[in-house]
């Protein structure tokens, strides 16, 4: 089941290259994807230091930074409705279809699905975290969350737990979301040729950032234990953060120099190189809506030891991870469960497992089928938009229809004051495909509507 | 002699041959002045200064008032109301140079000429600011860090930007083909 109508994708998070982490490399990947379907996709992101304008990466990606300067943890300030004039231009001059937003800490992601909702675009979210409900930020946050997904067109969620998770937090219909797990790129992630060899000693990678949400205080309780009960056992740790400090005072306090190794902050192009010294990997995560560090570390052949929160029980099969209770007791026990099913476990055997589970291609066969019902979903005006932010609160349905409202005014004032027909529409560059596929194939120029130029800029 | 010409919205671009060398290749940009601005501004300024009037003789407020208001009008003057450009020109002169000029409604021309050697490559650029996002045709200076805007006060369309840049490109003798680096095939 697929559509094969050809849509023009505007993607949005102010988490992008050359930042690097779990959204990046979903909206990278998947726009890699998409592209490679025949569609237009277009990244929009913010401004990173002198990294500014239109940039074009692999494939014909082209990528909007706009200079709004981030103000906290990589987000952009919120302005409700200072963003429009810039979305509105992009998304006329691309000749935009539909407007997909990721990540609920992605500012401009809301504006951008805000402004589009009130144009008549038709919206598609991607949840990537889960959140809480008591603290005040999240209480906050999930305010602003109920705002956006209000009127969204269609919702993704990386994991059903992660599903659950947001139609509890958005009070948005369960109908709406679909679940689409992230993968992993097998080619990246290889085992070693010579694995490393189990008789000597036993190697237990960590890669994470060493924060409070990742677990970091676990590792410092479990490292020692373990250490204490397999004399064979080593640990390679890679990653920084505020608790690297902690870690290294335990690998003082119990002299473990020479049984745990601290990397620091691990490039992304060298996790692999990392990962494949190992033999299990060991994730202490203790919220993750999906996880794709365990789908990494299990591409390039080691068994995986995580805690059993969130939606990690869903990424990988039993006979590939162990997992354990979020605390240092249970997740001792399953280290030392998976050192006893470590020589069951072919390196080989399973890449080529996670070769089959896990595809980039099959993700965006699957959001182009999302794609498609958000299209079909009726079009809505302002009067339908007001009524279901009305709905969120007393007094926050007030306030998000007065900040509608306020978006239709300045939208129809920018109608009036720079028409549509004055925003130029920019032809699609294509660029060239692989030598492979170029052999044998008759040369094809491709014009734009307008005859007057082509496709040659630069 | 106007050998072509298009028109869109408020500009129009001419390519014609003034000199008698047919070498050389002159583009011109021309900006249709628009009075509405003019009218809308300077009335809001009237009024403003009015009420301050107003103010300041039936409403008993100081005359510093006036003074304010006269100092805010012409502030407001200055940002909305910029120096007015007539069209802007670009005179190519192969193996010779480029001459960007800017003319003036009041008659003044501010003339830039870059030296052909010096050019690098002319390319199209798009913009983008925190509002919005446009194309510009600019010059790569060998050695230089900055690029060099062809029509530095006036954004036309890109259709008529394509026309001045493919002869900037064949008067820095870079060949179209060698440029298209964005072909596929089917």
């Keep these: 089941m697929g559509d094969h109508e050809k849509h023009r994708i505007m993607m949005v998070s102010d988490f992008f290259y050359p930042n690097v982490g779990g959204v990046e490399n979903h909206v990278y990947y998947l726009s890699q994807c998409l592209l490679k379907l025949g569609h237009k996709v277009v990244v929009v992101t913010h401004a990173y230091g002198n990294r500014s304008g239109v940039r074009y990466m692999t494939g014909g990606l082209k990528v909007y930074y706009i200079p709004w300067r981030p103000f906290f943890n990589q987000s952009t300030f919120p302005t409700l409705i200072g963003m429009l004039p810039i979305i509105r231009t992009i998304l006329i001059r691309e000749r935009i279809t539909l407007v997909h937003g990721h990540q609920t800490f992605s500012t401009l992601s809301h504006h951008a699905l805000l402004n589009s909702r009130i144009m008549g675009y038709k919206v598609v979210f991607t949840d990537h975290s889960l959140n809480g409900f008591g603290d005040v930020g999240s209480i906050h946050m999930n305010k602003v969350l109920q705002f956006t997904l209000a009127d969204v067109s269609q919702a993704i969620c990386v994991s059903h737990t992660s599903k659950e998770n947001t139609v509890l937090r958005s009070g948005l219909s369960a109908e709406k979301v679909f679940v689409i797990p992230n993968a992993v790129d097998t080619e990246m992630f290889k085992p070693a040729f010579e694995p490393p060899s189990r008789s000597s000693e036993i190697v237990i990678v960590v890669i994470s950032r060493l924060v409070y949400r990742k677990g970091a205080d676990l590792l410092v309780e479990v490292i020692p234990e373990l250490c204490r009960l397999c004399p064979n056992v080593r640990f390679v740790i890679g990653g920084d953060g505020p608790k690297r400090v902690l870690l290294e005072e335990m690998r003082e306090h119990n002299s473990l120099q020479d049984r745990v190794e601290m990397l620091g902050a691990v490039p992304h192009a060298q996790v692999r190189s990392v990962l494949i010294s190992g033999h299990i990997f060991l994730n202490s995560s203790l919220t993750e809506a999906f996880c794709i560090a365990i789908l990494e570390a299990a591409s390039c052949g080691l068994l995986t030891v995580s805690t059993r929160v969130g939606g990690v029980p869903e990424v990988l099969p039993d006979d590939m991870i162990v997992l354990a209770e979020p605390n240092p007791a249970d997740m001792v026990r399953a280290i030392q469960k998976a050192i006893t099913m470590l020589p069951k476990i072919d390196p080989q055997v399973m890449h080529n497992r996670m070769k089959e589970l896990y595809n980039w291609h099959d993700v965006a066969r699957r959001t182009e089928i999302v794609y498609a019902r958000a299209l079909k979903c009726p079009h809505q005006d302002l009067l339908e938009h007001l009524s279901r932010h009305l709905s969120c609160g007393a007094w926050a349905g007030k306030l998000f229809c007065f900040v509608m409202i306020m978006s239709f005014l300045l939208w129809h004032l920018l109608e009036l004051w720079q028409p549509a027909d004055d925003i130029e529409e920019v032809p699609d560059l294509i660029f060239q495909t692989s030598m492979m596929e170029r052999r044998g194939l008759k040369k094809e120029k491709k014009m734009t509507d307008d005859g007057e130029f082509g496709t040659s800029f630069f | ?186």
């Excluded at chain 2, 960007?100 to 830039?112: A, D, F, N, Q």
């Excluded at chain 2, 840049?165 to 440029?179: H, N």
Aim: glycine share 4%; net charge positive.
């Design chain 2, 1 to 186: 002699m106007v050998k072509f010409s298009i028109s869109k919205g408020r500009y129009t671009y001419t390519h014609d041959q003034k000199y008698p060398c047919e070498n050389v290749d002159i583009h011109h940009i021309i900006l249709k002045s628009c009075r509405a601005n003019y009218v809308f501004v300077y009335t809001l300024a009237v009024l403003l200064l009015a009420s301050a009037l107003y103010l300041c003789i039936l409403g008993g407020k100081s005359i510093s008032i006036v003074y304010y208001s006269m100092l805010f009008d012409i502030f407001l003057v200055k940002l909305l109301l910029p120096k007015p450009v007539k069209k802007e020109s670009v005179v190519i002169m192969p193996a010779f140079g480029v001459q960007l000029e800017t003319h003036y409604m009041s008659g003044k021309i501010i003339r830039c000429f870059v030296p052909i050697d010096k050019i690098l490559k002319p390319v199209l650029v798009e913009c983008v600011t925190p509002v919005t996002c446009y194309w510009t045709l600019s010059l790569m200076i060998r050695g230089e860090s900055e690029m060099v805007l062809v029509f530095k006060n006036l954004r036309p369309p890109v259709k008529m930007l394509v026309h001045v840049w493919k002869a900037l490109c064949a008067a820095t003798d870079i060949k179209e083909e060698a440029l298209n680096t964005c072909t596929t095939y089917n």
